[in-house]
């Protein structure tokens, strides 16, 4: 298993502003990902936080409007940029446990940000 | 493209009464196929797969590609099963995870 903890777990933001997550993972992982659940709505995947390189985004998602740094096998962060009140949801850090995870992801608690 | 459906929004069952969640797929090849579940003040964790073909809680999903369903059924509903499950599918991409829309269980006494 894995044990993730995120950070802030919510904040309220102006609009305009940038807010940086923090995403720490127990073990090492090779395998993290960045979801947002706007309310109402199911997850959707943002990215994947490749370690040493370059996060790969999904359809809709650019990394201007967030950037993702993946410095180590524990630990990532996610940056939204610029942000307006669309950006308002919950921000979610996921990870597949390298050993005997069987296509298991283990959750954060997520970052409830609200934009102003 | 792949997409997973969950009709239902809201599911309220009585205490003792069967529930059974709806999960449709759509996906070309040979998926895997998840429930996860969220309760009140928790995080997101994994509740079944179907690769496991294993009971937890009391809740089994069998994988019918005929129909292409992964419906989440459980004979006795309990208090503590209200929570909100997602559906998700797994297709060649290792980790990631669709999501349905998710369907809110509030079982009554």
């Known amino acids: 298993s894995a044990v993730i903890s995120q950070k802030p777990s919510r904040d309220i933001c102006q609009r305009g502003t940038s807010l940086t997550i923090q995403c720490q993972v127990d073990?090492?992982?090779?395998?993290m990902f960045w979801y947002r659940q706007q309310p109402g709505q199911s997850l959707t995947l943002i990215a994947t936080a490749n370690q040493g390189s370059e996060a790969t985004y999904e359809s809709g998602f650019v990394i201007d409007k967030f950037p993702i740094s993946r410095p180590n096998l524990t630990f990532s962060t996610l940056t939204v940029s610029n942000m307006s009140p669309e950006d308002s949801s919950i921000y979610l850090c996921s990870v597949e446990a390298d050993q005997g995870a069987n296509g298991e992801l283990f959750f954060g608690e997520g970052s409830r940000l609200t934009v102003l | 493209a792949q997409r997973v459906t969950q009709p239902e929004k809201l599911l309220s069952v009585f205490k003792g009464a069967p529930v059974e969640l709806k999960c449709n797929y759509s996906y070309s090849g040979s998926p895997e196929l998840f429930w996860y579940v969220q309760y009140s003040r928790q995080r997101l964790q994994l509740l079944l797969r179907?690769?496991s073909r294993e009971s937890i809680k009391g809740f089994t999903a069998d994988l019918n590609k005929g129909e292409t369903s992964f419906h989440l059924k459980k004979p006795f509903a309990q208090e503590e099963d209200s929570a909100m499950y997602y559906c998700?599918?797994?297709?060649?991409?290792?980790?990631?995870?669709?999501f349905g829309a998710g369907t809110q269980v509030v079982v009554t006494p």
């Open positions: 073990s090492q992982v090779t395998m």
């Open positions: 179907h690769i």
């Open positions: 998700a599918l797994r297709g060649d991409s290792w980790g990631k995870l669709q």
